[in-house]
């Protein structure tokens, strides 16, 4: 049992120990794949789910009775798209550390990054990920890398990485710069029901670079990233996407451009996805201020219209799934540093729920249903996997919102090992009160 | 009356008192170092380190000579020599220095923002001796105070800067720096040495050099890094001293009392002929004697001093 300000983690159980049979009352059950929106009760047995109904199943007799009151009930939430820093790192975070984070961020499964050390481009190494999550309290399905090393000259062993458990594969971190190879990822990967996550940069445009190229970057004489650097690979990518018929994610979308491509490519069949991250839709390349090195990541915090782009393509569907690029680091790489030595990335599992309250759905930006279906129905779906849904029968895995609830964010309360948040001292509305893993309750807040 | 700023890490958001009164002092400082001795006690019994991540030639005997010449103890510190090929992180290297009881850091490093991130890491007075294409205000202070000696004033005085503006922090700094005490500035490059978006400065840009020298009082040329045109920002040495290099042909038609300045170090034949650089109207050798002025004022005032 680890505990903290915020709650407590509860895993693993006795590992002998049966799911509980759980009865979830008085909750709004959010549940858009059935089709879902009221005041239900939600029950639980051997760790699926057993019924959703307004009466007390019957026959059915609760171990566990959780009140929800004021509260949602929603299928589990997932995070496409996280950093673990295991294995290599575990100064930053490990796959312990990181799914506690996730468990207390209201995160049932995420999608951990291949750009460890060594780089997650076998099946070996796929395993030892797999492995090390089976005792945490958070499902883990690792992304394999598209080229071996990460080095963009040769594809890495997507099949015998989708045996081990690997959903999907992404050189994140960088763009496959080869087109050529680019193109025989996209098709090769066809014969597995996965995607290509792509992290769009043009390296070339980007070098030497540490922000957003804009008005701020002239005054802060910092060199930047313009915008089309990301949105000439988004561009390549869904072409490729297009002309071969693969399917491809395209990962952190930070411009307006790249959710105008993303737009018209959907308009015409692509099958295209992608994603953002709430420092997209909340700040811009002003936060950076002076020099504040918790504001660089990468895609950089781009401009006013970038950041309205965002908010209108995540309310018009463009932009599929909310993920968070959940990126530890230790103070000396990140704090304690001069800004062009600093580290990209930020970290983000324990304050998503927060933010997309916060700011879109509190907004009217997003329904509660939007945030259901970008939260847990889309990145179920992208990477192929079985959660999503509250459907008789499946996993239970649940996540109960509590989205009124005010809270200021600090980094010393966080399970993650790391502190580099960019909402430090940020006050915001709404987080999971309670994460239910496989029908066992992994974690509940105090 | 002494300073608002407690450092000196750029010329942004500095006001124009300020900046009045170290032009003022360094006036005051120039008599100084016309006497038979040039030095005073002022800074007697201070510690001052000269941290230079980069080469530079200028600028460190300036602040040196400086720092003497107010009877101040200078430590030279350059990368080149010290503990930072071993790796040490420049927080670990400032709060080794500090520990060993400094009153000043005059900073140059590659790195943007780095005197700010000084002042977080040591209880030291930060002077930013040039941080990457950032900012150079002591350089900026001396331009400001070669014009104001030459023209009596700066309000309603007319500069083109032209150059590597992209790269420039004598740019930046001379563009709020000068626009605060109010002269017209002018900002003059190829395209691809101007900043793309150039919003935040409060000058005009121009890649047209006819248009940049309409009206002026002042020509100052930037030092263009023949690195840049391996990395493609432009063609050939050749149409970048035809197009933006001055000559006497291209002075000739310019009012007798138009200065020209020049930072320093000169390519002599590609941003200034030599024609150019030695003639009358150059005052180059004069910013660096101002130089020695200008730097001993910021010190004393940043170090408490009150104007005299």
């Known amino acids: 049992m680890l505990k903290k300000a915020n709650g407590q983690i509860v895993f693993p159980p006795d590992s002998s120990e049966q799911a509980p049979k759980v009865l979830i009352e008085n909750g709004r059950v959010i549940d858009p794949v059935n089709g879902i929106d009221g005041i239900k009760r939600v029950a639980l047995s051997g760790g699926k789910i057993h019924a959703i109904s307004d009466e007390i199943p019957e026959g059915f007799v609760a171990e566990r009775t959780i009140d929800a009151s004021g509260k949602w009930v929603v299928p589990g939430l997932m995070d496409i798209h996280v950093h673990l820093r295991e294995p290599g790192r575990e100064d930053r975070e490990t796959i312990q550390t990181g799914t506690n984070a996730a468990c207390a961020g209201g995160f049932t499964s995420v999608a951990c990054m291949p750009n460890t050390s060594p780089v997650l481009d076998e099946e070996s190494k796929i395993r030892y990920v797999v492995q090390r999550g089976e005792s945490c309290p958070c499902r883990i399905y690792p992304i394999g890398s598209i080229t071996k090393g990460l080095l963009g000259e040769e594809l890495s062993p997507f099949g015998e990485m989708v045996r081990a458990g690997a959903r999907g594969f992404s050189d994140d971190g960088k763009s496959v710069y080869n087109s050529k190879l680019m193109r025989n990822a996209l098709n090769y990967v066809k014969s597995f029901n996965v995607p290509i996550i792509s992290h769009c940069e043009d390296a070339d445009l980007v070098a030497g670079a540490h922000m957003n190229e804009s008005a701020v970057s002239t005054r802060l004489g910092l060199r930047g990233m313009p915008s089309v650097s990301e949105e000439i690979i988004v561009a390549r990518d869904t072409m490729l996407a297009e002309y071969t018929g693969a399917r491809v994610h395209i990962a952190h979308v930070s411009t307006a451009g790249s959710v105008r491509i993303v737009r018209d490519a959907k308009k015409r069949g692509v099958k295209v996805t992608c994603e953002t991250c709430p420092h997209y839709f909340i700040f811009t390349d002003e936060a950076l201020g002076n020099y504040d090195t918790h504001k660089k990541m990468n895609p950089p915090l781009r401009s006013e219209a970038d950041r309205q782009a965002i908010i209108e393509g995540l309310a018009d569907g463009t932009i599929d799934v909310i993920a968070t690029d959940h990126a530890p680091h230790v103070s000396e790489d990140k704090k304690d540093v001069e800004f062009e030595a600093a580290a990209f990335g930020v970290i983000g599992l324990e304050t998503s729920i927060g933010c997309v309250l916060t700011h879109l759905v509190h907004k009217d930006i997003l329904s509660p249903t939007d945030m259901v279906q970008k939260m847990a129905v889309a990145p179920n779906r992208i990477l192929e996997t079985s959660g999503g849904s509250l459907s008789k029968g499946a996993d239970a895995d649940v996540t109960i919102v509590d989205p009124k609830a005010e809270w200021t964010v600090d980094p010393d309360a966080f399970y993650s090992k790391a502190e580099n948040t960019a909402f430090a001292g940020h006050r915001l509305q709404g987080f999971a009160a309670c994460t239910i893993l496989g029908g066992k309750i992994v974690f509940e807040r105090k | ?308």
């Open chain 2, 1 to 308: 009356m002494g300073l608002q700023i407690q450092h000196l890490l750029g010329l942004e958001n500095v006001s124009r008192e300020d900046i009045g009164l170290i032009l003022d002092t360094a006036d005051n400082f120039y008599e100084v170092l016309q006497r038979d001795i040039p030095q005073v006690p002022t800074l007697r019994g201070k510690t001052i380190v000269n941290l230079f991540y980069e080469s530079s030639t200028r600028t460190r005997i300036s602040f040196e000579l400086a720092e003497k010449r107010l009877s101040a103890s200078p430590i030279n510190f350059s990368a080149s020599t010290s503990s930072v090929r071993k790796g040490e992180s420049l927080r670990d290297t400032i709060r080794n220095i500090e520990a060993m009881k400094i009153h000043f850091i005059v900073v140059r490093h590659g790195c943007p923002g780095v005197p700010l991130f000084l002042t977080q890491c040591t209880d030291a007075i930060i002077v930013n001796a040039g941080d990457g294409p950032h900012e150079h205000p002591t350089q900026a202070l001396l331009d400001m105070n070669t014009i104001r000696r030459r023209f009596g004033k700066l309000d309603g005085l007319k500069i083109a800067i032209i150059g590597d503006v992209l790269h420039s922090r004598v740019a930046r700094s001379n563009a709020w720096g000068m626009t605060a005490m109010g002269m017209d500035v002018t900002l003059c490059g190829p395209p691809t040495l101007l900043p793309q978006h150039p919003e935040s400065l409060p000058v005009r840009i121009t890649d047209n050099v006819e248009e940049a020298l309409k009206d002026v009082d002042v020509v100052m040329l930037l030092r263009l890094q023949l690195e840049r045109q391996n990395s493609g920002l432009f063609p050939t040495i050749r149409e970048y001293r035809e197009r933006y290099g001055l000559d006497l042909d291209k002075i000739s038609s310019l009012p007798e009392h138009v200065i020209i300045m020049h930072p320093g170090p000169i390519n002599r034949g590609i941003e200034l002929s030599s024609t150019v650089a030695d003639s009358s109207r150059s005052v180059i050798l004069d910013q660096v004697t101002n130089g020695v002025a200008v730097r001993m004022a910021a010190l004393y005032l940043l170090g408490g001093g009150e104007s005299a």
